[in-house]
């Protein structure tokens, strides 16, 4: 067994401090913007590892660098993850401590990670989380939205048809209570993905974007999404690093967008009673005061499904 208290234990005990550290894969959680908010924890395993696997090096060094450890590093990062992750585990069955970090939060979440765990543990390897910030977590707990029942869903896909039909599956989801969806996402992207957010779920969906987390100029911003929206189209610039929320709960989706048949089921109904593809589109669209390249591409999406 390894990790938390045994029954009967104080949970905040600190029972490995003063103890060497035992060998196994120890997955580090670092900061994602303020460097307060590594642990105590982690500042002891990452000194008192063997070896320190890095999504990028140099960034790393600088936390290092900051908090006076020397540790020696080396990559460890998507483009070698399988090939390193061999050599890491073939030093973890030698007894090594070998501790995870990505450039911010916790491995494993939409980094590095998880996938040498899962190798270390199928080879009997002990593996320790240590805890710490995460961009996803952080935002849910103060984005006002319910925190309940959540989904993680990483990075929104980057093509806009893609993204709708991501969004299209969410709002299809049937569910009775309140969930909350959360997206990392760029500042190249959040147009476009909240365009898409209103496109599918309509424009008073309740969305909140996280910025800049734990850093100066963290900021919130919470409302519907056609009102986010106009924020951020009115902005000079976007920039930061930003978590993007929306709120599952099925009484804040649109009514007119949920209720509403899709596009493609109109189109259909129409080329049923003899109206040609070009003519069904191009009444649709009208119908629902979209664009005909809007409703085209819609439709083609619809038809490779
Ligand atoms: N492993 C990290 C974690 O535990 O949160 C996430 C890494 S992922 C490659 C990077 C994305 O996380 C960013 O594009 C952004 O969406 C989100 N993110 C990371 N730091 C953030 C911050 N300080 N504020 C808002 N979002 C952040």
């Given at each position: 067994m390894t990790g938390g208290p045994t029954p009967g234990e104080a949970p905040f005990e600190n029972q490995h401090a003063e103890k060497p550290l035992a060998p196994g894969l120890y997955l580090v959680a670092t900061p994602i913007g303020n460097l307060e908010d590594i642990t105590l924890r982690a500042l002891r395993v990452l000194r008192s590892a063997d070896r320190i696997a890095c999504e990028d090096t140099r960034q790393t060094a600088k936390l290092l660098g900051h908090f006076g450890i020397r540790t020696p590093t080396v990559s460890y990062h998507a483009h070698n993850e399988t090939s390193r992750a061999t050599v890491l585990i073939e030093a973890l069955k030698s007894g090594a401590r070998i501790a995870i970090v990505s450039d911010?939060?916790?491995?494993?979440?939409?980094?590095?990670g998880a996938a040498i765990a899962a190798e270390a543990i199928a080879a009997g390897i002990a593996v320790y989380p240590i805890p710490g910030a995460n961009a996803a977590l952080s935002a849910l707990i103060a984005s006002g939205l319910p925190a309940d029942r959540f989904t993680f869903h990483g990075f929104l896909p980057s093509k806009e048809g893609q993204r709708r039909t991501v969004l299209e599956a969410l709002r299809n989801e049937a569910t009775t209570t309140p969930i909350t969806h959360i997206f990392y996402e760029t500042p190249h992207r959040i147009l476009g993905a909240l365009e898409d957010i209103i496109a599918t779920f309509g424009p008073t969906q309740r969305v909140v974007i996280a910025r800049e987390l734990t850093k100066l100029h963290e900021e919130f911003s919470r409302g519907t999404a056609a009102e986010l929206l106009a924020d951020y189209t009115k902005r000079p610039s976007i920039r930061g690093e930003m978590v993007l929320l929306l709120d599952g709960t099925p009484c804040t989706a649109s009514a007119e967008n949920t209720s509403a048949p899709n596009l493609a089921a109109e189109v259909q109904a129409l080329m049923v009673s003899g109206v040609t593809e070009k003519d069904a589109l191009k009444q649709v669209a009208k119908d629902r005061g979209i664009g005909k390249s809007e409703a085209y591409r819609e439709w083609q999406r619809t038809k490779k499904r």
């Open positions: 911010a939060g916790m491995p494993g979440i939409a980094d590095p």
